[in-house]
């Protein structure tokens, strides 16, 4: 796969590729080539590669081709394990979304901040919710944040979080999500620098 123009994001290919082009991304590097065709054509995933490898683009890149812009709930939600590496996340989802002329916003939700101004956030519909499993779940359970929508679950560094510190709030947001989804699918996706046994194990989610 010599460019991202050999992959096929839909109708959006051309805004995605020019704003990977205007950012001096040209090629897919290899967890890219091999990761993106899956998650575009449906199917549940777990990765593992180095640090700095393009982990992130690798995920975000599917979600923001298929998320359905004119659908003004969340679609796509990304764990993450630290509020930097969140915030990180949903910053590079706004640029990108931004750089690509596509009218989706991503919003990033993690404990620690204001929660009312979490609140007044997401009246404006994020499309992408990037945040701290605890943040979500009081959020959700406040019903504030809706998940009914949600067809595309990110756990970005998934060996933290299905450690045993923060497993049970992982294991809480993904049942949080399949109640309400109901007998929607939900597509999966794991990502991770390492992955110990005992994190793959909780993974049972995976089916």
């Known amino acids: 796969m010599a460019s991202f123009n050999d992959i096929d994001f839909g109708g959006r290919t051309a805004s995605l590729v020019a704003a990977l082009s205007a950012q001096g991304i040209k090629e897919p590097l290899p967890v890219q080539a091999k990761a993106i065709p899956r ?3 449906g199917g549940n995933l777990v990765v593992q590669a180095p640090t700095g490898t393009g982990k992130t683009l ?3 890149l599917p979600a923001l081709a298929r998320i359905d812009a004119e659908h003004m709930h969340a679609q796509t939600v990304v764990l993450a394990p630290t509020y930097e590496l969140a915030m990180q996340i949903a910053k590079t989802a706004q640029e990108l979304a931004q750089a690509a002329e596509l009218p989706i916003r991503a919003l990033g939700l993690i ?3 204001n929660i009312q101004r979490q609140i007044e956030k997401l009246k404006k519909k994020p499309q992408l919710i990037v945040g701290s499993a605890g943040r979500l779940i009081e959020l959700a359970h406040k019903g504030k944040l809706k998940l ?3 067809n595309f679950l990110v ?3 998934f060996d933290r979080l299905l450690d045993d510190q923060n497993a049970k709030n992982t294991a809480d947001i993904v049942q949080l999500v399949r109640r309400a989804r109901g007998d929607q ?8 620098a390492t992955a110990p046994k005992k994190a793959l ?3 049972d989610f995976l089916d």
């Open 201 to 203: 194990e909780r993974a």
């Open 111 to 113: 404990g620690g901040a």
């Open 185 to 192: 699918p939900i597509q999966y996706a794991l990502f991770s």
């Open 155 to 157: 756990l970005d560094e």
């Open 148 to 150: 009914q929508d949600v």
């Open 39 to 41: 998650l575009l054509s």
């Open 58 to 60: 690798a995920y975000l």
